[in-house]
């Protein structure tokens, strides 16, 4: 059954001028582009949308880091798309994700990853929720 996720193109991905090689991976396994935009957000919004890793160590410079420049924020939908997605962007650590992921390929480090994925339904209809309001996603 379809199902939604929700993704962003990080500012490294951006800045690097990878934006359209990661749509086109994502494009070509299967995954259709429900909704996307462009934003810059601020450091209070990127801590509102990363709030369950407010206790982590890298909390603060994860924040930093995702409101130093323009993203793309995207819904998803394909047939067990949250999963599929994950698969697609590579283990957290580029060092260690799978050669043809999108990790691999675009991300420098652990933190500036290049793309973000939800990790379960109700993460996914929180953050879709966080970014898109009803009416975009049609
Ligand atoms: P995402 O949630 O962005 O899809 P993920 O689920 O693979 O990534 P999480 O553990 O949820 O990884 O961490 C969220 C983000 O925080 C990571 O994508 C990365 O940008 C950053 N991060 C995670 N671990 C570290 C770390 N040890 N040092 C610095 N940044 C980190
Ligand atoms: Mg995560």
């Known amino acids: 059954m379809a199902q939604r996720t929700f993704s962003i193109i ?9 934006t359209g090689a990661v749509l ?3 494009e070509q396994a299967g995954f259709k582009i429900l909704a996307i935009k462009k934003a810059s957000i601020s450091k209070e919004q990127a801590e509102g949308f990363y709030y369950v890793h407010k206790e982590r160590p890298f909390f603060n410079d994860l924040c930093t880091f995702m409101s130093s420049g323009p ?5 998803l939908e394909k047939d067990n798309a ?3 997605l994950r698969k697609l962007m590579g283990a957290t650590n580029p060092a260690n ?9 675009f991300a420098g ?3 500036e990853n290049a793309i ?13 929720g966080y ?3 009803g009416y975009e996603l049609i």
Do not use: C, N
């Not at 990080?10 to 990878?18: E, N, Q, S, T």
């Open 24 to 26: 086109a991976a994502i």
């Open 116 to 128: 973000h994925g939800s990790d379960a339904e109700e993460t996914a209809a929180f953050e879709i």
């Open 131 to 133: 970014w898109f309001a």
């Open 109 to 111: 480090s652990i933190q």
């Open 82 to 84: 949250i999963a599929d």
């Open 10 to 18: 990080k500012p490294d991905a951006v800045r690097k001028g990878y």
């Open 71 to 75: 993203l793309f924020l995207m819904v």
């Open 97 to 105: 994700a799978e050669e043809g992921t999108i990790r691999r390929k």
